[in-house]
């Protein structure tokens, strides 16, 4: 009795020290996690940024190999121009009718719209400089290069990501020849020779479908010559050279992001992660595209 009496702890007494080190161990676990899901989270963080600059500086180094690739002459071989013009009758003419038929939505929608109110307004001679601005500098490059981007773009990553996770890739450098110059160089050209023809085609059927329903709703009656004459006179000197150049640098660099998202594709990639990667990474070249000649002109 006494030696069980004496194992008894009477209220009141001290803790039992087996819970106080255990109360201390979680106190000192607490703080720790705390620590580490911090790092873990910053190490996601340096990943994600690591990895979309690792693809920023290729893609720079892409875009200067296909320039300096595209002026050799014996880099122009059967098998690269035979891509080269597959890949212009696919950007072309496949995408003929969804550029005219999206010309045509903007002229309803903006071109007609912005006639009117400017007329309305009593501003019927800033309509060419603002549908020069507005239509052909800002919203036709972007339209442009979003249409290249859905219908070819993803086209290219998944037809060079199939490739790259198939092995046929490492096959083609194991027989001694060069992707870059087989797939990359001709395709992104072919963007680049597509994204001028649609930016202008695009242009061309938004103002002529802008005229068309400013003049059956009587709010212009100048013949279309005369309209086209106006936007003409509205350009400067630096639009002939900087309308232009946006269209070819936005097929260009829609070309080159969407092959090198395929390129670089990993064994773990399949379509459901690398057509949401080479839509967002297209969006975002599209947009910075715009930005930089919207500050730089």
């Known amino acids: 009795m006494s030696e069980t009496n004496t194992n008894q702890r009477e209220p009141g007494s001290d803790r039992d020290p087996i819970l106080e080190a255990e109360n201390h161990q979680q106190a000192q676990r607490a703080p720790l996690s705390l620590k580490v899901r911090i790092l873990r989270r910053l190490a996601w963080l340096g990943r994600l940024t690591r990895h979309q600059l690792w693809f920023f500086l290729i893609m720079m180094g892409a875009c200067w ?170 350009m400067s000197g630096a639009d002939y050279i900087i309308i232009p150049l946006k269209f070819i640098v936005v097929g260009f660099v829609v070309g080159v992001g969407g092959c090198l998202t395929g390129l670089t594709a990993t064994n773990e990639d399949n379509l459901r992660t690398l057509l949401p990667r080479g839509f967002s990474r297209g969006m975002l070249i599209v947009m910075a595209v715009s930005v930089l000649f919207s500050l730089d002109f």
């Open 65 to 234: 190999g296909v320039i300096f690739e595209s002026f050799r002459a014996h880099s122009w071989r059967r098998t690269v121009r035979y891509e080269f013009g597959v890949t212009l009758n696919s950007v072309i003419g496949g995408g003929l009718i969804a550029t005219l038929f999206a010309g045509t939505l903007t002229g309803v929608a903006a071109v007609s719209q912005t006639i009117y109110w400017l007329g309305f307004a009593g501003l019927a001679k800033m309509t060419g400089s603002i549908l020069v601005n507005v239509v052909v500098r800002e919203i036709a490059p972007i339209l442009v290069g979003i249409l290249l981007l859905g219908r070819n773009g993803m086209l290219s990553v998944t037809e060079l990501g199939l490739l790259t996770t198939g092995g046929q890739i490492r096959s083609f450098q194991a027989q001694g020849l060069d992707p870059f110059l087989l797939l990359v160089m001709p395709r992104t050209l072919a963007f680049t020779v597509g994204g001028f023809t649609l930016g202008i085609l695009f242009s061309f059927a938004a103002l002529l479908t802008g005229y068309i329903i400013s003049r059956i709703s009587g709010v212009i009656t100048n013949p279309v010559w005369t309209f086209f004459y106006d936007v003409v006179t509205a």
